[in-house]
C-alpha cells in the first residue's frame, strides 16, 4: 500500500534505491561506503541489524538494512516511511538516526550503537530501582509518539535499546501507522508482544498501551502472559511482593483485552505511573519477605538526568529555583502543584530569591508590594516608600498599570487577580486547564492548576 503524504511528513529523506541486481548478504569485515560491518546482531522479518564502524568518524554504529530476498518497491517504500518518522521524534528516549541513504545499492539506514536490548538486559538480575526507571523510560518513549499520532506496532524488550549512561532508546518504526482514528491494517507486529485486536488487523494508540502492559509485566516477573489474557496472569505472586495496589491497577487496566478499558494513549499510562511509583516502599516490601528494612541504593536514576536536562533547558524561562519535597523536581515560588508528582505547593517553605516573603503563601515579595502576587492575602504592613525596579517586570496590570512578574496570579499594587494567559518563553504548548504555558508531554501534571497530562493546545 502506497503510503500518504501525512504517513510520510518530513524529515529525512532517502533516495530510491536504483533498479539493478539485489546484493549479497554483508559479510564480517566488508565495506559499505564509510562503514565496516563487524558483526550481524539482529534479523528482523525485513530487515538484517549489523554493528559497524564509521570509518570516518572513528564511531560504533548499528545498521539497519534491508533482507536481499525481500527488497522491492514496497519495502523500501516502508523503510523510508521509517526513517521519516523517525525524523519527526525528538525525545532523549528515542533512538535517533545519525543518517539514511543508499550506500553501494542498499538502503541503509545508521543509528547510534548502544550496549545490549532491554531483552538482552533482562536476563541477568534487575534491581527494583533500575527496573522502575526502565518503566518511566519506555513510557515516556512512547508517549511521545503518541503525541505526534504515531502508533508503533512492535512494542518489545527487543526494541528498546540501553546506553551506557542508563537511557532506554525505542527504536524499530517499520511497522509504525500515523493514527488519527483506529486504524484498519494488516497484523504487523511481533506474535505473543501484541493486543488482541492488533492480531486480527485493527491498531491502534491503545493496542501500544497493551503491548507495554505486557513489556511491563515480563520485565517485574519474568512471565509474558498470554491469551486469553486472564486476569490475573502467571506471575502476580511474585509481582505483589513488590509492587503497591496502584501499580498493580495500572497494568490490569493496560492488559484489558477490550480496548475501550484502557488507557487512552501512553501518556494517560505514564502519568498514572508517575501517581504510583512513589507509593514502592523499600521498608515495606522488605517487612513483608520477613527481612531487615533495606534502604535503595541513591544512585543516580534516569530521573535525575531528566530533571538535569529539564533544567537545562528551561530554568530561566520558568524560573526555576527551588525543587519538590517529595519527588526533588525542580521548582519554581509561582507553581501551585509540583509538575512531576502532582503534590499541592500551597504554601512555600526556605529561602527565597526575593527580599521578603508573604506569611499566608510563603512566596517571596518586593519591599514595595503592598499586596502578594502570588495568592490572595491581606496586604502587608511593611510596606517601602521606595520604588524598586526589577528586571524580572514583564507585563503591566490592565487596570492600574502597576508591573508585574512573569505567573503573577493578583496585581501587587491594587490586589485585582489577573485574567491573563502566562505563556513561557520557548514553549508554545498551553494546559488544556487553565491556558498557561507548559512544555508539553515533559510534565505528569500542570504546575499552574494541578491538571494531570496538562501538554494541549498550542
Same mark, same amino acid.
Not at 491469551?227 to 493496560?254: D, S, T
Not at 487512552?264 to 517487612?287: I, N, Q
Not at 508591573?403 to 489577573?418: E, I, M, N, V
Given at each position: ?310 533544567? %537545562? ?8 529555583? /527551588?525543587? @519538590? *519535597?517529595? +519527588?526533588? &523536581? !525542580? ?28 506569611? %499566608? ?8 508590594? /503592598?499586596? @502578594? *502576587?502570588? +495568592?490572595? &492575602? !491581606? ?80
Amino acid at each position: 500500500m502506497k503510503p500518504t503524504r501525512d504517513e510520510l511528513g518530513k524529515g529525512v529523506t532517502p533516495p530510491v534505491l536504483p533498479a539493478r541486481k539485489r546484493p549479497a548478504a554483508l559479510r564480517r569485515g566488508q565495506r559499505l561506503g564509510k562503514y565496516r560491518i563487524r558483526r550481524r546482531l539482529a534479523e528482523g522479518g525485513f530487515a538484517y541489524v549489523y554493528e559497524a564502524t564509521d570509518t570516518v568518524e572513528g564511531l560504533r554504529v548499528a545498521l539497519k538494512v534491508p533482507r536481499p530476498e525481500l527488497v522491492s518497491d514496497e519495502v523500501l517504500k516502508m523503510f523510508q516511511l521509517e526513517a521519516r518518522l523517525h525524523a519527526r521524534l525528538d525525545h532523549p528516549n528515542i533512538l535517533p538516526i545519525k543518517n539514511a541513504d543508499v550506500v553501494d545499492g542498499r538502503l541503509v539506514i545508521a543509528y547510534p550503537m548502544g550496549v545490549e536490548s532491554l531483552a538482552d538486559r533482562l536476563k541477568r538480575r534487575t534491581s527494583l530501582a533500575t527496573k522502575l526507571d526502565f518503566v518511566e523510560q519506555m513510557l515516556a518513549a512512547v508517549a511521545h509518539a503518541h503525541e505526534h499520532r504515531i502508533v508503533h506496532r512492535d512494542l518489545k524488550p527487543d526494541n528498546f535499546i540501553l546506553f551506557e549512561d542508563g537511557a532506554l532508546r525505542l527504536t524499530d518504526f517499520g511497522v509504525s501507522k500515523i493514527a488519527f482514528k483506529t486504524l484498519v491494517a494488516s497484523g504487523s507486529g511481533t506474535v505473543g508482544h501484541m493486543a488482541p485486536e492488533q492480531a486480527m488487523g485493527e491498531a491502534s494508540l491503545r493496542s501500544d498501551v497493551f503491548a507495554l502492559g505486557l513489556a511491563i509485566w515480563e520485565l517485574f516477573t519474568g512471565e509474558l502472559p498470554t491469551w486469553p489474557f486472564a486476569w490475573p496472569p502467571a506471575g502476580v505472586e511474585k509481582l505483589r511482593g513488590v509492587a503497591p495496589p496502584e501499580f498493580l491497577a495500572l497494568l490490569h487496566r493496560a492488559l484489558e483485552v477490550q480496548a475501550r478499558k484502557r488507557f487512552a494513549d501512553a501518556g494517560a499510562m505514564l502519568a498514572a505511573f508517575r501517581r504510583a511509583r512513589p507509593r514502592f516502599d523499600a521498608s515495606r516490601r522488605a517487612g513483608a519477605r520477613g527481612k531487615a528494612k533495606v534502604k535503595l541504593k541513591t544512585t543516580k536514576h534516569w530521573r535525575e538526568v531528566r530533571f538535569r536536562q529539564f533544567l %537545562r533547558d528551561h530554568k530561566q524561562a520558568l524560573q526555576l529555583d /527551588r525543587e @519538590c *519535597a517529595h +519527588c526533588k &523536581g !525542580p521548582l519554581s515560588e509561582a507553581m501551585t502543584h509540583c509538575p512531576w508528582c502532582g503534590r499541592g505547593q500551597k504554601k512555600l517553605h526556605g529561602a527565597s530569591g526575593f527580599p521578603a516573603t508573604c506569611k %499566608r503563601c510563603g512566596r517571596g515579595r518586593k519591599l514595595d508590594w /503592598r499586596f @502578594c *502576587a502570588w +495568592c490572595y &492575602g !491581606p496586604g502587608f504592613d511593611d510596606v517601602s516608600g521606595r520604588s524598586y525596579s526589577d528586571k524580572r517586570y514583564v507585563a503591566h496590570c490592565a487596570h492600574c498599570r502597576g508591573s508585574l512578574l512573569a505567573f503573577s496570579r493578583y496585581c501587587p499594587w491594587c490586589h485585582r487577580k489577573q485574567t491573563r494567559k502566562w505563556k513561557v518563553v520557548g514553549l508554545a504548548k498551553r494546559c488544556r486547564g487553565c491556558g498557561w504555558g507548559v512544555p508539553g508531554d515533559e510534565w505528569a501534571f500542570c504546575a499552574w492548576c494541578g491538571k494531570p497530562k496538562p501538554g494541549g493546545r498550542a
